[in-house]
Structures are given as C-alpha cells and as structure tokens.
C-alpha cells in the first residue's frame, strides 16, 4: 500500500479500529503489534516485534510472548468485516488445541483466530530457523480448522476480504 495499512482510512475510520471494535467487547485488554508510535493514539500498548522484519508470524509470536492469558485472539487489521460474534465462536469451540482458525469454503484464516501460549517455543524455533510461513508454523502445534457456515446469524460474505491495495480501500 506504501503506507502503514492499519492507519489508512476505510469508511471514515482507520482500518485498525475495525479489529479493536471487534476484539475490544470480549475480551480483557487489547496489544497492539506494531513498532509504529502511531498506533498508541488508540490507547492499547504497543508491542514491538522481537523479530522485526520477519513478518506476520513474528508479529504473533510478539504478542503472545508479551501477554500473561493462555487464549489470545490474533486479528489482522486489514479485515474490517470480522466481527465479534465470529470470535466470540471461536472462542466458544476452543477445546485442547492450540491454535483454532476459521475457515470458508476450504480456505483457512491465519490471521484470524485463537492461538494460546503453547505456541510460543514452536514459533520462536521457525523465526530462528527463518521458516515464516504461518501455516507451516500451525502445522507443528495442534490446531482446528472450523469451517464457517452461512447459516450462522453473524455471517458475512465478506467476513474475510483483505484489503491489500488503494483498490481494496
């Protein structure tokens, strides 16, 4: 986008504020992943990734490693369609895995779901071993892909539309 996409402006507001309206009614407190000062006008603290430049599973494996919970939700800031009732079922079906994604029509969400502490050691040793794909990183903890129907009260289309360019915007 050539600019930090969580500051942009979508339908009035910055992408960013879709995902903390989302998280922010369920749970206990919100960090933000970002080593951008920008983002503590949102009033969150800001956690720096301890491995800068590596990416999306760096970004989670910051977070969790700064948090004390053991259920954390990961929402990307480029989804502005996902909503609480998705996460709040999410949430709901957790059982002993540790990392619970939603999928739709057989595609999986990386970037929305629960990840728990037990992914830590596994994330911090592929940043180390410079393996940054999310899924491969999932593949070695236990997880669950839910498949997201469309008969549930909270479906959107939409839910899980990126937005990725000025297009998108």
């Known amino acids: ?54 990416g999306p599973l760096a970004g989670i494996y910051s977070g ?6 053991e259920l954390n939700i990961v929402l990307g800031c480029d989804m502005p369609n996902v909503n609480s009732s998705l996460l709040e079922h999410l949430i709901s079906l957790v059982d002993n895995e540790a990392v619970l994604l939603p999928a739709f029509n057989g595609k999986t969400e990386q970037l929305v779901g629960i990840y728990t502490k037990k992914c830590e050691p596994i994330f ?30 909270f479906f959107n289309p939409d839910m899980f539309a990126n937005l990725n360019s000025p297009q998108d915007m």
């Not at 922010?24 to 006008?41: F, G, L, R, T």
């Not at 969790?64 to 919970?69: A, D, H, I, R």
């Open 1 to 54: 986008m050539g600019q930090d996409k969580g500051l942009m402006l979508y339908q009035g507001k910055p992408l960013i504020q879709f995902a903390i309206d989302a998280i922010e009614p369920i749970v206990e407190s919100v960090v933000i992943v970002s080593s951008n000062k920008d983002y503590a006008q949102f009033g969150y603290p800001l956690i720096a990734d301890i491995y800068p430049e590596k």
């Open 64 to 69: 969790l490693k700064s948090v004390k919970s």
């Open 124 to 153: 911090k040793k592929e940043i180390e071993r410079d393996n940054l794909k999310i899924k491969d990183a999932i593949s070695l903890v236990l997880h669950r892909f839910v498949e997201i129907e469309q008969h549930l009260d």
